[in-house]
């Protein structure tokens, strides 16, 4: 046999593979961390979906018999996370609360991530004048605290989830921008992006066939865990009061600042609602994390 047939046998030896998605998803599916995680974000998006079938109450229905001490009592039989100091259901409020802090943290990426990736794609392949007009804009954006910007912004919009949502998501811009930006710098001057120029493709199909699904990873990584930090945000500007007007909202930040005045009588009102943030946000970052070892080839087999 000779050399070249040997070599022909070894290749078709090879297991084939279903390209860069049928790999991640693979590592993912392996990764423990990625399960805990996606096991964490599903029931909170169970919880917040289904939420008037699994709540024993509403989320705004009181009693106020059972604080006619003074002192909500903790959690019961009939109470599982206990009652607030108008007599609400806290468990009740927490799965109606996955609603609103879900939300938020999703549309509020999702804006960010849809005008990063516009201003990104832009600014790393056309280049010149444009890259460094874009570039230097979320520099000075990039200056200023994320906490403290959001804050600026919806204390111009007027306090509540919309403007929340909208808040985080410019936050996030920059962000993603220069993400993307360096990726698609790393991915122009490949050789398959070289050949398709030489062959005459438009430079939008280059852009939006070849360079960009190469270079989405890192941004879809960086996504995920913004979520999880998006939802800290939202609990964090709803505590500081610049969240919806009406303070019965079943929002978590907004229960937490409830409880602000009451952790040593009834502590359970800080600790439930927080203990949802911290599993929210957990299951948001062991995703990304889980995503970042899937699709990072310096990192395969670490997982």
């Given at each position: 046999m000779s050399v070249a047939e040997l070599e022909a046998a070894e290749i078709q030896l090879e297991a084939s593979t279903g390209g860069l998605w049928s790999d991640a998803w693979y590592q993912v599916i392996r990764n423990p961390g990625a399960i805990l995680g996606a096991f964490f974000v599903l029931t909170f998006l169970v919880a917040a979906i289904?939420?008037?079938?699994?709540?024993?109450?509403?989320?705004?229905?009181?009693?106020?018999?059972?604080?006619?001490?003074?002192?909500?009592?903790?959690?019961?039989?009939?109470?599982?996370?206990?009652?607030?100091?108008?007599?609400?259901?806290?468990?009740?409020?927490?799965?109606?609360?996955?609603?609103?802090?879900?939300?938020v943290g999703i549309v509020s990426v999702s804006i960010g991530l849809s005008i990063g990736l516009v201003l990104g794609s832009i600014a790393g392949y056309i280049g010149g004048w444009i890259d460094s007009v874009i570039m230097r804009l979320m520099d000075i954006m990039l200056a200023i605290p994320g906490l403290l910007f959001a804050i600026g912004i919806v204390a111009m919009l007027q306090p509540g989830l919309y403007q929340i949502m909208i808040a985080i998501g410019v936050v996030n811009v920059p962000i993603f921008a220069r993400l993307l930006r360096g990726a698609i710098l790393a991915q122009r001057e490949n050789d398959f992006v070289l050949a398709a120029r030489a062959v005459g493709v438009k430079r939008r199909a280059i852009l939006f066939s070849h360079i960009m699904p190469n270079a989405i990873s890192p941004v879809i990584v960086a996504g995920t865990l913004a979520m999880g930090t998006a939802i800290i945000d939202v609990a964090g500007l709803t505590f500081l009061g610049l969240g919806p007007p009406d303070p019965a909202t079943p929002e978590w930040g907004t229960m937490l600042t409830g409880a602000n005045d009451y952790l040593e009588l009834a502590p359970f009102l800080a600790i439930f609602p927080g203990v949802a943030i911290i599993i929210s946000v957990l299951g948001f970052n062991l995703i990304g994390d889980g995503l970042r070892e899937a699709l990072d080839p310096k990192m395969r087999g670490r997982a």
């Open positions: 289904f939420a008037p079938v699994i709540a024993p109450y509403g989320p705004k229905e009181g009693n106020l018999l059972l604080v006619a001490t003074g002192k909500p009592p903790g959690p019961s039989w009939h109470h599982l996370f206990g009652v607030d100091l108008l007599g609400r259901d806290v468990f009740s409020r927490i799965l109606y609360g996955a609603r609103d802090s879900l939300m």
